[in-house]
């Protein structure tokens, strides 16, 4: 959170700006793949069927 509050002031110079805006973009990228995953163990457990869902089909 400071990171984007540094990149968002200025705080930063460009370079450091695209270094840190990749690094948390890859960071988000994982972490949602983690809910996702999350999610189908949850629903496994749960035994519910949910084939039709987008959130079960992603891999």
């Given at each position: 959170m400071v990171t984007f509050a540094y990149m968002a002031q200025g705080y930063f110079p460009p370079?450091?700006?695209?270094?840190?805006?990749?690094?948390?973009?890859?960071?988000?990228?994982?972490?949602?793949?983690?809910?996702?995953?999350?999610?189908?163990?949850?629903d496994a457990l749960s035994g519910r069927n949910n084939s039709g869902n987008i959130l079960a089909r992603m891999d």
């Open positions: 370079d450091i700006v695209k270094e840190k805006k990749e690094a948390m973009l890859e960071y988000c990228k994982l972490d949602t793949y983690a809910m996702v995953k999350l999610h189908q163990a949850l």
